[in-house]
């Protein structure tokens, strides 16, 4: 955070101090939510959640070297203390990006979000220091956060935005108002809370509303609600995308025998052929979207496709390979699942097995249920069921309740393999089967909504029947 005093902190929030000695102490420490994370000269935010309220930390926060804490009250050590914590927390943040010389990216889609955003900050790192999202912290709270990481020297701040409703990214657009706004894609994630994908539209739309006339609005020429968008903004519009009209595209697009995407990046000022070090073709548009934002920023197309090519995964649980020395490969996808991503994910793992079915290998799906579908949900996990057969995967693992049976029955329902695909009650069941099954060869891939909790499974295949270190790819 760029350095300020308690003083003007609790000027711009509207506080007031409370057993501050020297108001003109400085915060050159980041902004944290938890005590924890607290470095010297921090400022602890402390937020109230469903079981733990942050006040109680606060004596602990300052013990550790935080400077101040920001409080809805008095906690008998330095506080700024405000009506609202989180509205102190934006405007804290809302003031220290107009003081950064900074550019501003701001993306949301319902899909490949995280991904794109790892991608674009790996892409801009070559041009200037660059602060960016960490993991999916997207939200009222993660947003400010990341921004008030922010110091004298960033060149560019790169903020993934998460919606819920309508009017949810508009809020934080007032908060780090961007430049350039990405959307990627308009899927089916979260359509329960919203009530179809036209809602969702009209939620990611508010990114591009809100971008000044100056700016960019780089918008994905494959999806057509988004291309839409273009006349709701007064910035001017930048389609990326494997359509013809595209101004930042790919072409000759293909896969790799280990399932990495290959192809030919076309940019107004030249062509340049890029392989990712991901995996999944879906990582092509989020590669071109990317690509995009970095031309916009004026990287060279061949700077940008060597970039893409060395960049890799920087969050984690998002499809991380991971070979082990006894030959089986886990792929962690665990953080998160929508229909979108689960379909990418299968057909990624499909690419990937072709070469291990040819050594005698399996490709196991390990899936778990998909979250906040609505209405929608025994419709999109047949769907996915019945994907899993047509992509030929050797064997279905359904992990859960209600939702995940519906996996089952879609594989079933296809026709092709039933006797290949089954439900287990939990992750436990699912690690005892697999630790009892799998071979030398096989490519299990692990996927479920992260309420789920997946990510065991992932984490104790990695931990069965190995010796030594395991390799990353």
């Given at each position: ?7 003007e902190?609790?000027e711009?929030v509207?506080?007031?101090s ?13 902004v ?22 942050g006040h109680?930390?606060?004596r602990?926060?300052?013990e550790s070297?935080?400077?101040?804490v ?7 050590v ?12 934006g405007?804290l ?5 107009e003081r ?10 319902s899909a490949?979000?995280t ?8 892409l ?20 400010p956060?990341?921004?008030?990481r ?6 560019h701040l790169?903020?993934?935005?998460g ?7 508009r809020y934080?657009?007032?908060l ?8 990627l ?15 969702i ?6 990114l591009v ?22 006349s ?7 389609l ?18 280990t ?10 000022t030249?062509?340049?052929?890029v392989?990712?070090?991901l ?10 979207a990317a690509?995009?934002?970095?031309h ?7 700077e940008?496709?060597?970039a893409?090519?060395e960049?890799?995964t ?8 991971t ?7 886990v792929?962690n ?5 929508n ?15 072709e ?16 979250a906040e579908l609505?209405d929608e949900?025994?419709?999109e996990h ?10 030929n995967?050797?064997k ?7 939702e ?8 079933y329902?296809?026709?092709s ?11 436990q069941?699912a690690?005892?089967l697999?630790?009892s099954?799998l071979r030398t ?10 309420s789920?909790?997946?990510?065991q ?5 990695l ?9 990353v790819?």
């Open positions: 955070m760029i350095a300020l005093s308690l003083a902190i609790a711009i509207g506080g007031q409370y057993d501050i000695p020297d108001p003109q102490v400085r915060i050159t420490g980041p944290v939510i938890d005590s924890r994370q607290v470095e010297a000269g921090s400022l602890f935010a402390a937020f109230v959640g469903e079981q733990v309220d109680d930390y606060a602990r926060a300052v070297g935080a400077a101040a920001l409080a809805a009250r008095p906690v008998g330095p506080a700024i203390v405000v009506e609202d914590v989180e509205v102190a927390l405007a943040a809302r003031a220290v990006v950064l010389g900074a550019t501003v990216v701001g993306l949301t889609g490949g979000k991904s794109t955003k790892d991608l674009i900050a790996q801009l790192q070559r041009h200037g220091p660059t602060v960016w999202t960490p993991g999916s912290l997207n939200n009222e709270i993660g947003l956060i990341t921004a008030l922010a110091t004298e020297d960033t060149r790169v903020l993934e935005m919606a819920r409703g309508v009017g949810h990214i934080l657009t007032g780090t108002p961007p430049r350039i706004g990405l959307v894609n308009v899927g089916t994630a979260h359509i329960g809370e919203f009530g179809g994908r036209e809602q539209a009209e939620a990611k739309g508010e509303e809100t971008l000044p006339e100056d700016g960019v609005a780089v918008l994905n020429a494959d999806d057509q609600l988004v291309r839409a968008m273009a709701r903004t007064k910035a001017r519009t930048v990326f995308g494997e359509a013809e009209d595209a101004d930042v595209r790919a072409s000759n697009v293909r896969l790799t025998a399932g990495q995407p290959s192809f030919t990046l076309h940019t107004p030249g062509c340049s052929d392989t990712l070090r995996y999944g073709e879906h990582h092509v548009s989020n590669a071109l690509a995009a934002v970095a916009e920023l004026g990287m060279p197309t061949d940008i496709a060597l893409l090519s960049a890799g920087l969050s984690r649980w998002r499809m991380e390979v070979e082990r020395p006894d030959g089986v490969t792929v996808d665990a953080y998160n699942a229909p979108e991503s689960m379909r990418a994910a299968l057909r990624a793992l499909a690419a990937m097995g070469a291990a079915k040819a050594e005698g290998g399996r490709t196991w799906a390990v899936l778990g249920p998909m609505g949900a025994l419709a047949d769907a996915v069921g019945r994907l899993a057969v047509r992509l995967v050797s279905l693992v359904a992990v859960g309740g209600r995940a049976s519906w996996l089952q029955l879609g594989a329902n296809e026709g393999w039933g006797e290949e695909s089954v439900h287990v009650s939990d992750a069941a690690i005892d697999l630790r099954e060869g096989d490519v299990v891939l692990v996927k479920a909504s992260r789920i909790g997946l990510e499974v992932a984490l104790a295949l931990d069965s029947g190995t010796e030594g270190e395991v390799a790819r």
